[in-house]
């Protein structure tokens, strides 16, 4: 019976992988209208309630996805999403426990979501775990144990959105030692947590660690899926690039992020603002390593795509306008960086005001850094101080000051 319990959690937990690109750290251009969330909900429902699941997964999928971006869908929405999508992913997997086991596993559950929505988060772990323990010993159905998963990404997720990491921490690094008890250091079914562990460690700059836990996460979909060309290799590939170029380590970077071009290509279906962010990223670290030829054919062929697929002047083509104008700049060719800081400048008070943004700051101040050399230092002055209302805006005078002291 164990035996055949395991067999079922583990193919649930196989599927649980799905929920790595809900909550995953993907590049995605996100809607700006939270009506958009409420369009996706409703064309996915109309899909599910007809009896076509299959259609309507990926639907629930992009809700989960655009519920990432601060204020882009509302929390109703996004637990009704989540919860059709379990639905489909584990309607299929029932396994039934004794009827006193089951209600003791019900009433442990339920305690768990109480406890989580009065904000106790130790007493709702503890309870999580409770479950899941008495999963593996058969005394609890598996889409009990299943659902304890699903709230365990779910908390992870949304104290990561909060930036309380240590909170997170603790559920992904709870979760992967009882995954590891149950199925040992390498199964595929631990890269549910170890790339959420990871991109945490990156964030903290713990880079050893997190460059440790993605090449083990990148050796696990290697196995699991058997071939190279993956969009999950690719993006663990782009992830171990992004440690190489913290570390100054630029010649490691530029073969990871060939590698995930590579595999982008192969692929061919993968969304474009991805493989711009990637040829972007690509583009940073030849100019490192001093190949500019390189690094203003790869800025330009992002910024070709980001133009083709969102004509409407998209935000995400502001960093790669600004260090094309920046590699222009440095070349001399100051005329054409004025042209893309000037554009890089429009989009970003087109989509975040002129007062209250860093981005818009950042780019008044590129801007302000080229007329200086121009020696129209009158213009320069102006646009820093421009530059310096905003960030005083946002952060207050005293980190400041010595910004002020060379102005005055």
């Not at 440095?330 to 989509?351: D, F, N, P, V």
Request: glycine share 4%; proline share 2%.
């Amino acid at each position: 019976m164990k035996q055949y319990f395991e067999k079922r959690m583990m193919t649930l937990l196989l599927k649980c992988l799905v929920i790595i690109c809900l909550f995953g750290n993907s590049l995605t251009v996100y809607a700006d209208e939270p009506a958009h969330c409420t369009t996706l909900f409703n064309q996915a429902n109309d899909l599910y309630e007809s009896g076509h699941f299959t259609e309507a997964q990926p639907l629930y999928q992009q809700v989960l996805n655009y519920s990432r971006r601060e204020n882009a869908c509302v929390d109703e929405i996004t637990d009704n999403a989540l919860g059709f999508l379990f639905n489909i992913l584990f309607g299929d997997y029932i396994f039934t426990a004794e009827p006193d086991e089951q209600s003791y596993c019900t009433t442990l559950l339920n305690q768990a979501n109480e406890q989580r929505k009065q904000g106790h988060f130790t007493k709702t772990l503890q309870l999580y775990q409770q479950v899941l323990d008495l999963s593996l010993e058969t005394g609890c159905p598996a889409e009990m144990a299943a659902a304890a998963w699903a709230s365990l990404l779910q908390m992870g997720s949304f104290s990561e959105s909060q930036q309380r990491f240590a909170k997170a921490t603790e559920i992904y690094q709870t979760t992967l030692l009882s995954m590891e008890r149950l199925y040992g250091a390498k199964h595929e079914a631990l890269n549910l947590f170890l790339p959420r562990l990871a991109s945490i460690y990156f964030i903290q700059a713990n880079y050893a660690e997190a460059k440790q836990l993605w090449q083990r996460s990148l050796t696990l979909y290697k196995n699991a899926y058997g071939t190279e060309f993956h969009i999950d290799i690719a993006k663990t590939r782009e992830n171990l690039a992004s440690i190489e170029v913290e570390l100054a380590n630029y010649a490691s970077a530029k073969t990871q992020y060939q590698h995930a071009l590579a595999i982008y290509g192969e692929l061919g279906t993968i969304e474009p603002d991805n493989v711009a962010s990637l040829l972007h990223n690509l583009g940073v670290v030849e100019e490192e390593l001093g190949d500019y030829r390189s690094a203003l054919s790869l800025y330009q062929q992002a910024l070709t795509i980001f133009e083709t697929a969102y004509p409407l002047n998209h935000r995400e083509a502001i960093a790669t306008l600004k260090n094309l104008a920046g590699l222009h700049h440095r070349l001399g060719q100051y005329s054409k960086a004025k042209s893309l800081y000037l554009k890089a400048l429009a989009i970003g008070e087109q989509h975040y005001g002129t007062t209250e943004h860093t981005e818009v700051a950042a780019t008044l101040s590129n801007l302000a850094g080229l007329y200086y050399t121009l020696e129209d230092y009158s213009q320069a002055e102006s646009l820093y101080r421009k530059a310096l209302a905003i960030d005083e805006n946002i952060y207050g005078t005293n980190i400041l000051m010595w910004l002020r002291h060379w102005l005055i």
